[in-house]
Each structure stands twice: as C-alpha cells, then as structure tokens.
C-alpha cells in the first residue's frame, strides 16, 4: 500500500514557476515508478509526466516538454515536478500517481495509486 500526498499548488502568473511535490508513505516507494497526471475543468485527466525507480528514465506529454521536469528523492520519498513558463492553459489538479512497472505508455486508468490532487491556476 502507498498513500500520496501532494503539495505546492496555488496561483501564479503566466510566465511563472511553480514547483510540485508527491510524499509517498511506505517502505517500498523506491520500487515504483511515480508520475503526474492533471484534470482541467470539464475535461479527461491526462498524463503529464513520468519517472522510473531509480529516476534514470522519464518520459513527458508532448504539451510541457521543455517546460515541466519531474524527479525524485527516494531518501525522501517524493517526487517533485518543477513547472516553469507556465500557461493558462496548464491549469488545472495536479495528481500525483505510482505504478509498479515502468514510466512508459501510462493510461488513467492502469494498475496503481492515487493522491487526491492539488490545484494549479495560472492566470492571464
């Protein structure tokens, strides 16, 4: 079992940065892959970003590459996910996610663990 925890949502400027945050409970959070999934007002929840166990791989939507980078402290048990030049239209909850397999080809809907979400809004 693993229980995620996110923070570091809130508001910000188009242009600006913000930098999120996933603690993970548990012993075995070294062993699974983490990720970031996001919900935008009246639409599907979407992958954004992934990161293998030992954080060598990571694997990006097409949308925040170059953008956003996802990585991890497995002393620490978290992910993070630094967001810069951010846009209106990355609003939206931030959700964290762990899978036990790799960071590739991830769907809504596999196999895994959920946080409950932290809001992102960047204004215009």
């Known amino acids: 079992q693993v229980e995620l925890v996110e923070s570091g949502g809130g508001l910000v400027q188009a242009g600006g940065s913000l930098r999120l945050s996933c603690a993970a409970s548990?012993?075995?959070?070294?062993?699974?892959?983490m990720g970031w999934f996001r919900q935008a007002p009246g639409k599907e929840r979407e992958f954004v970003a992934s990161?293998?166990?030992?954080?060598?791989?990571?694997v990006y939507a097409d949308s925040v590459k170059g953008r956003f980078t996802i990585s991890r402290d497995n002393a620490k048990n978290t992910v993070y996910l630094q967001m810069n030049s951010l846009k209106p239209e990355d609003t939206a909850v931030y959700y964290c996610?762990?899978?036990?397999?790799?960071?590739?080809?991830?769907?809504?809907?596999?196999?895994?663990?959920w946080g409950r979400g932290t809001q992102v809004t960047v204004s215009s």
């Open positions: 996610a762990a899978r036990g397999r790799g960071p590739y080809n991830w769907r809504v809907n596999d196999d895994g663990y």
């Open positions: 548990g012993r075995t959070f070294s062993t699974y892959a």
């Open positions: 990161i293998s166990w030992g954080g060598g791989s990571t």
